[in-house]
């Protein structure tokens, strides 16, 4: 079943000579439960292509529509609260709140959203991210391996269907990094979710069900032709 499909979208920054089409027209499909990645050389249009997928930005044409949805049909305040309930952000900076456990930074975005926290569900992400023993830790005594797991467990604890990734395992060593891309894996079969991740190496790739590859604005499924 598909959960994203982009129309004609495109992205263009600057005017006159500073003028970058950073996304020329693109056209993809993912399907449900899929861990896609984005690769690319630098400057491709990667973070440009992610932030477009995830409302982060808006296009200078064309569609991102998810579960039938076009986000350009919101507005600035619903695509905010769409964002916030329907995705899951995880960036190369870990980005917790240092004065707050690891606990308290996982259900800080429900508690953000007025939301009721799913104490059993919560507890089961901690324990299958490993954190169980360091629940109650400041960011600071955690490993970068552990911050990481931290913020993935924040970005799945208000159950979203769709999880961006910028780089998540670019500031960790190579052993930690494959154990992290091993547990997103994992969780997005168990929670049923689906995995959108930019990443410049291969190796990381492999992990992935699909690959869109990009290049100078042009980006592509592999094993489908653009129409
Ligand atoms: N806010 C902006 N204003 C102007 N140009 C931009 C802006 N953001 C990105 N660009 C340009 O758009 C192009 C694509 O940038 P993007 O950040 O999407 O690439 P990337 O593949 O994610 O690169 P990297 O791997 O280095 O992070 C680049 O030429 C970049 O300079």
């Not at 263009?12 to 027209?25: D, F, H, P, R, S």
């Not at 973070?47 to 044409?61: A, D, R």
């Not at 992935?208 to 499924?221: E, H, K, M, P, Y």
């Amino acid at each position: 079943m598909e959960i994203l499909r982009t129309v004609n979208l495109t992205k263009t920054y600057g005017k006159g000579i500073t003028e970058v089409e950073a996304l020329k027209e693109t056209n993809i499909s993912i399907q449900k439960g899929m861990f896609v990645a984005i690769v690319g050389a630098s400057g491709s249009g990667k973070s440009t292509l992610l932030h477009l997928l995830g409302g982060l930005e808006n296009p200078s044409s064309g569609e991102v529509i998810i579960e039938g949805q076009s986000l350009s049909q919101l507005s600035e305040h619903h695509l905010s609260i769409y964002r916030r309930r329907k995705f899951g952000f995880i960036f190369q900076q870990f980005n917790l709140i240092p004065v707050l456990t690891a606990e308290e930074n996982i259900v800080l975005p429900i508690l953000l959203d007025n939301k009721v926290v799913d104490k059993e569900y919560i507890n089961e992400l901690i324990q299958f991210l490993g954190l169980s023993d360091r629940r109650h830790h400041l960011p600071n005594a955690l490993s970068g391996g552990q911050q990481q797991r931290v913020a993935i467990a924040r970005a799945l604890a208000n159950k979203p269907s769709i999880i961006f990734a910028d780089e998540p395992t670019g500031n960790l060593d190579s052993k930690v990094s494959l154990e992290v891309l091993d547990l997103l894996r994992q969780s997005i079969k168990k929670f049923n979710q689906t995995l959108i991740m930019i990443t410049h190496d291969v190796e990381v790739s492999k992990f992935a069900d699909r690959i869109i590859t990009i290049q100078d604005g042009l980006a592509l499924q592999v094993g489908e032709v653009q129409q």
